[in-house]
């Protein structure tokens, strides 16, 4: 952090729901990025490279650090726990009201898989997070099955 003027500038965080691996200037990135003075397309080209083994298209939660020099950083996480179980569910929509309406089936397996997944972002055992994908699972009106 440097000082201007007996300020303290500090960066600031930009939370951005990116398709992995097809990152462009447009809209959600361009304008989120260039109203902080980020050249988008730069962006655009490192976050493509990162995201390349991943599924493209896929939703990748991405934090931007913006410096106060317009240089930027950025971390990813795995994608949003109702999406994985979505698709794992074959489902579009979650249910309207959970626990009285069922829209889909699950395996023990997949939510196992899908905890796998989510524990690279938090510091949790696999069974507590186990827990947390099927609290998830139950609040989208999935059943979870043998």
């Known amino acids: 952090m440097s000082k201007a003027g007996g300020k303290q500038l500090i960066a600031t965080l930009v939370k951005l729901m990116v398709p992995a691996g097809t990152a462009s200037a447009q809209p959600p990135v361009g ?4 109203a902080k003075g980020v050249k988008a397309i730069d962006f655009a080209k490192e976050f493509n490279a990162r995201t390349a083994d991943l599924e ?11 410096n106060p020099d317009r240089s930027f950083s ?8 109702s999406l994985l179980l ?9 249910a309207r009201k959970p626990g009285a ?23 949790v055992n696999e069974k507590e997070m186990c827990k947390v994908v099927a609290g998830s699972a139950r609040s989208l009106g999935l059943r979870i099955v043998r």
Not at 31 to 34: K, N, Q, T, V
Not at 56 to 66: E, K, Q, S, Y
Request: glycine share 8%; charged share 20%.
């Open 74 to 81: 950025f971390t990813t996480m795995t994608p949003p726990t």
């Open 56 to 66: 493209p298209g896929l939703l990748t939660p991405t934090v931007v650090t913006v």
């Open 101 to 123: 309406e069922v829209t889909g089936t699950i395996s023990i397996k997949q939510v196992y898989e899908i905890a796998k997944i989510k524990i690279k972002d938090v510091d």
């Open 86 to 94: 979505k698709r794992a569910a074959n489902i579009t929509t979650g």
């Open 31 to 34: 304008p989120a990025l260039g």
